[in-house]
């Protein structure tokens, strides 16, 4: 089993930044590959950043790339989302995720979630 733990979301205005971490605990976290998925009212939760075990592959939706990072510090167990340049767009609820294979943009594929950070980005 592993626990995931988001923290780092919040309310911020249009074009700020934030950095979202993921704790993990369990399991060694750095046999597993991670990702990043968001959800916002009414819509299906989709996508938005994933990384290999070993931190040295990722992806990202077309949404978010050249605006987020995903990197991990597997010495920490954590994964963070670094989150430029934030658009209204943006707020969702966001959640972290793990998995035993390679990294995924399919949420379908994870077997382990966290319960999930609030990001509100205003106009």
């Known amino acids: 089993q592993v626990q995931l733990v988001e923290s780092g979301g919040g309310l911020v205005q249009a074009g700020v930044s934030l950095r979202l971490s993921c704790a993990a605990s369990g399991r060694t976290f750095s046999y597993y590959s991670a990702g990043w998925f968001r959800q916002a009212p009414g819509k299906e939760r989709e996508f938005v950043a994933t990384i290999t075990w070993a931190g040295g592959n990722t992806d990202y939706a077309d949404s978010v790339k050249g605006r987020f990072t995903i990197s991990r510090d597997n010495a920490k167990n954590t994964v963070y989302l670094q989150m430029n340049s934030l658009k209204p767009e943006d707020t969702a609820v966001y959640y972290c995720?793990?998995?035993?294979?390679?990294?995924?943009?399919?949420?379908?594929?994870?077997?382990?979630w966290g319960q999930g950070t609030q990001v509100t980005v205003s106009s």
């Open positions: 995720a793990a998995r035993r294979g390679g990294f995924s943009g399919s949420a379908s594929l994870y077997d382990y």
